[in-house]
């Protein structure tokens, strides 16, 4: 058996508990917008907001100027700044790691494993979430959508984060994610060990396809003793 040397992780609902935080943000945001004068119930905002991302994207940056021009047909700067600084702020308070997810990255780390992160998130957002979390020292290498072009479960993520390791063997490296589709099918389409993310799992995966399962971060220290 091969000795793993890397470990690579997604990172929203991987790491931090992205839709957790998402959540929070928005229904600030949407009290904030109503306390501002826009017409309409907390509620309301929310549920347009979470439409709006299914639309363009759970990334969408200029979310909050499109919910005012559809229902407003303007941007009503005063209401926008009062959603964006409410966001803001409920974000900072909400994103946090998972349970036992900076435990597990020390031992991770004391044991000698080389550490990567591989999110479909842009540059700026995937760096802004690691350092909001205290969680940007631990890695070796993180590899976010501008730095390929691609997105899971295309192999050139994956590849990029290995180079940048220096790991010339996928069969080396195991790959962590909550996304069947995209984070293990794609690891394993190269050849990498794969284990599913359960805990963060937001689409009720029934098969996940991995290799292994984990209900807690710290659970993956027992399935690298396993293989390794």
């Known amino acids: 058996m091969r000795k793993i040397k890397a470990v690579v992780f997604d990172l929203d609902n991987t790491l931090v508990d992205f839709m957790r935080m998402k959540r929070s943000a928005v229904r600030a945001a949407a009290e904030a917008m109503v306390g501002a004068g826009l017409k309409m119930t907390p509620d309301e905002v929310y549920n347009e907001v979470f439409k709006i991302y299914e639309k363009e994207g759970i990334e969408d940056q200029f979310v909050f100027n499109k919910l005012?021009?559809?229902?407003?047909?303007?941007?009503?700067?005063?209401?926008?700044?009062?959603?964006?600084?409410?966001?803001?702020?409920?974000?900072?308070?909400?994103?946090?790691?998972?349970?036992?997810?900076?435990?597990?990255?020390?031992?991770?780390?004391?044991?000698?494993?080389?550490?990567?992160?591989?999110?479909?998130?842009?540059?700026?957002?995937?760096?802004?979430?690691?350092?909001?979390?205290?969680?940007?020292?631990?890695?070796d290498a993180v590899v976010t959508y501008e730095d390929t072009f691609e997105r899971k479960p295309a192999a050139a993520p994956f590849k990029k984060a290995l180079e940048l390791l220096g790991i010339s063997d996928p069969r080396e490296s195991v790959m962590v994610g909550d996304w069947a589709e995209r984070d293990v099918l794609g690891a394993k389409a190269i050849g990498m060990i794969t284990v599913f993310a359960r805990y963060g799992d937001t689409f009720g995966t029934v098969n996940s396809g991995a290799d292994f399962e984990i209900n807690s971060p710290i659970e993956l220290l027992e399935i690298l003793d396993k293989i390794t």
Not at 69 to 97: C, F, M, Q, S
Not at 108 to 126: I, T, W
Not at 129 to 135: A, T
């Open 68 to 139: 005012l021009e559809k229902v407003l047909g303007r941007v009503d700067w005063h209401i926008l700044a009062a959603g964006v600084v409410a966001y803001r702020r409920a974000k900072e308070a909400n994103l946090t790691p998972y349970p036992f997810v900076k435990q597990t990255l020390v031992e991770l780390l004391r044991r000698g494993y080389k550490l990567a992160v591989v999110s479909d998130a842009p540059r700026l957002q995937a760096w802004t979430r690691l350092v909001e979390s205290s969680l940007d020292q631990f890695f």
